[in-house]
DNA sequence: CTGAAAGCGCTTACAG
DNA sequence: CTGAAAGCGCTTACAG
């Protein structure tokens, strides 16, 4: 394995100290009033040498790896790794690398991540956080360690956010199925915790009970695997013979009910008007194509990385927080056709 | 920012040397002889104290950071977010971590991403090359960095790799739909130059050849996005009226074939039966389900990973390299039913 | 304008 | 069994 190169050689090779090359290299030059003809030969003899310096070396003394800690909940989920592919272009261009994981929602395996990235001195955190992380997130800012929430906040924990105005597209999306003239709209979601949950199911109830309509609320299990989700949603759609829409709160969970519907036999629209939470490259290549309350992913991770960007550059003290929520897309398809 | 624990901390509240605790915390205790009491004495005051070594620290001393560069060709893949998934989780579990990227296939973004690597001194690699990648992936190995190729391998590169037994796959994929009697079957692939692409086609025209039928082979632009695809396939479908399968060599463009169905109003496996390489979850939701060659994505992931492990514990000098070809299967779904 | 020196937090060869 | 010391390759306060 070829040596390779560090400062020293170059100093040596140069007849200059460290220091000089260091400040070179890190466009002290002025500041350091080190003349331009120093400053270009050296910049020359690196550039020759192909010198590159030790980022561990550099991480060590400065205290910053230059690298974010991305969390989301399942790197192999469609829309989780848009965004991270979003996230990490945008992160290069400003110098930083991204290392995700992916913490499957699970607050145990969570918290040995962030426990992990802390060894390895991630700069920054965004965090796609399991329900009950609210210590960890706290513990990271207490040390000065900027983290923005994304995709859901956490109660309680004052950083910066970026998430979808999760009850405003709900409410919206249920608004237009009532304004389409469905009349018994089932809401059909996971029983887990979160925010952005808890939100979306809000939105449809407030829009239903704006059109004197009845709620009627649909839970699944979070654990249960696909086909499980299927016999449930099956069931529940036998049983349910009213039911004229279903607004699905996940794209996933619209998977699931498609899929159970052809088990059904039942056709969409004509039989039940489907509409998805999240949209899916999928969804415009079947027929009926279906429609979906996008998230608009580029800006939902250009707001992220922004945010994370601001903490990061912010001197101790000036922390400038900010708490976003992007407004969605509903983009309308055959599945809601009236 | 609360000031973090270092060795030499410890070393001072228990009064011996940073040296026997080093020692200690890297399992060295026995070999060094240090007695049972003290080292159980350091190790509980570690935990109290929650102290966790400098990582950054220790991978300057050691040169080692127990990282893996992850270089996929787009993480918003299904197939590769799904691998990158599951090589996570095996890494985790043998102490290293992943830092994963998109290559977009593209060379010259590729050969930045190497360097970048380089700089984070990652131990080891994972590479799905783009062409044209052989010297790149060369120097590495040439700096005694291993390297495993992934999904497609670099003729003329010696060193490991796991891949598909793609001519195998195709062959029987199409040996499949000739067995059905389907007698003019085509074959939609990219126009890219990888040994994937190259050895599914090869297997195809094999079949065909033992069938005594006639090829038909259509390429489609690596570059053109989905729409144009599409554009492509019906004007393809269109004017081959006799085609009576098709065989497309990716998930995505059987998608785009799909669409492209959808639109001439066709209908599978009636007006033509489709078989796609790759499964994807959705195949298995729309009706009619597709027929599919599945890549073993958890096998795959397994074999990388062990793979590069067997390099990276190899001393210097005793490289053994695995050239692995995973056997595919051949799901049998609706879209091929006669 | 420039350099010698200390320091970041570990590991490990060497000496006892 | 244990410790002082050098070294990994940078940065930067300090002195001139």
């Given at each position: 394995?070829?040596?390779?190169?560090?400062?020293?050689?170059?100093?040596?090779?140069?007849?200059?100290?460290?220091?000089?090359?260091?400040?070179?290299?890190?466009?002290k030059?002025?500041?350091?009033?080190?003349?331009?003809?120093?400053?270009?030969?050296?910049?020359?003899?690196?550039?020759?040498?192909a010198?590159?310096?030790?980022?561990?070396?550099?991480?060590?003394?400065?205290g910053?790896?230059?690298?974010?800690?991305?969390?989301?909940?399942?790197?192999?989920?469609?829309?989780?790794?848009?965004?991270?592919?979003?996230?990490?272009?945008?992160?290069?261009?400003?110098?930083?690398?991204?290392?995700?994981?992916?913490?499957?929602?699970?607050?145990?395996?969570?918290q040995e991540?962030?426990?992990?990235?802390?060894?390895?001195?991630?700069?920054?955190?965004?965090?796609?956080?399991?329900?009950?992380?609210?210590?960890?997130?706290?513990?990271?800012?207490?040390?000065?360690?900027?983290?923005?929430?994304?995709?859901?906040?956490?109660?309680?924990?004052?950083?910066?956010?970026?998430?979808?105005?999760?009850?405003?597209?709900?409410?919206?999306?249920?608004?237009?199925?009532?304004?389409?003239?469905?009349?018994?709209?089932?809401?059909?979601?996971?029983?887990?915790?979160?925010?952005?949950?808890?939100?979306?199911?809000?939105?449809?109830?407030?829009?239903?009970?704006?059109?004197?309509?009845?709620?009627?609320?649909?839970?699944?299990?979070?654990?249960?695997?696909?086909?499980?989700?299927?016999?449930e949603?099956?069931?529940?759609?036998?049983?349910?013979?009213?039911?004229?829409?279903?607004?699905?709160?996940?794209?996933?969970?619209?998977f699931?009910?498609?899929?159970?519907?052809?088990?059904?036999?039942?056709?969409t629209?004509?039989?039940?008007?489907?509409?998805?939470?999240?949209?899916?490259?999928?969804?415009?290549?079947?027929?009926?194509?279906?429609?979906a309350?996008?998230?608009?992913?580029?800006?939902?991770?250009?707001?992220?990385?922004?945010?994370?960007?601001?903490?990061?550059?912010?001197?101790?003290?000036?922390?400038?927080?900010?708490?976003?929520?992007?407004?969605?897309?509903?983009?309308?398809?055959?599945?809601?056709?009236?």
């Open positions: 394995m070829a040596k390779r190169l560090s400062i020293r050689d170059i100093a040596n090779e140069l007849q200059i100290s460290k220091t000089t090359i260091s400040f070179i290299l890190n466009g030059a002025k500041e350091k009033r080190i003349s331009d003809e120093l400053a270009e030969k050296v910049m020359k003899h690196v550039a020759q040498r010198y590159k310096p030790n980022q561990l070396a550099k991480s060590l003394s400065t910053k790896t230059m690298m974010i800690g991305l969390m989301v909940e399942n790197i192999s989920d469609y829309f989780f790794a848009q965004v991270a592919y979003h996230i990490e272009e945008l992160a290069y261009q400003h110098g930083y690398r991204i290392i995700y994981c992916s913490t499957d929602n699970d607050l145990h395996k969570t991540l962030i426990s992990m990235f802390r060894e390895r001195h991630v700069d920054g955190y965004i965090i796609t956080a399991p329900a009950g992380l609210e210590k960890d997130v706290q513990g990271l800012l207490d040390d000065g360690l900027p983290v923005v929430l994304f995709d859901r906040y956490l109660k309680g924990v004052d950083t910066s956010y970026v998430i979808l105005d999760n009850y405003k597209a709900s409410y919206d999306a249920t608004k237009y199925l009532t304004d389409q003239g469905f009349e018994n709209i089932a809401f059909v979601e996971l029983d887990s915790d979160q925010s952005q949950m808890h939100d979306r199911r809000e939105g449809y109830l407030q829009a239903v009970a704006d059109a004197h309509l009845a709620p009627l609320i649909k839970k699944i299990p979070f654990t249960s695997d696909f086909d499980q989700k299927v016999k949603l099956v069931k529940f759609i036998r049983k349910s013979e009213d039911v004229d829409a279903i607004f699905f709160a996940t794209n996933y969970l619209a699931s009910g498609i899929k159970a519907l052809n088990q059904l036999k039942m056709h629209p004509q039989d039940v008007a489907i509409v998805a939470f999240d949209d899916h490259e999928v969804f415009n290549i079947y027929s009926p194509t279906v429609t309350v996008a998230q608009p992913i580029k800006k939902l991770a250009q707001q992220s990385i922004n945010a994370l960007l601001k903490m990061l550059d912010a001197k101790d003290g000036t922390q400038t927080l900010e708490k976003i929520e992007v407004a969605a897309e509903l983009i309308i398809r055959d599945s809601t056709k009236v």
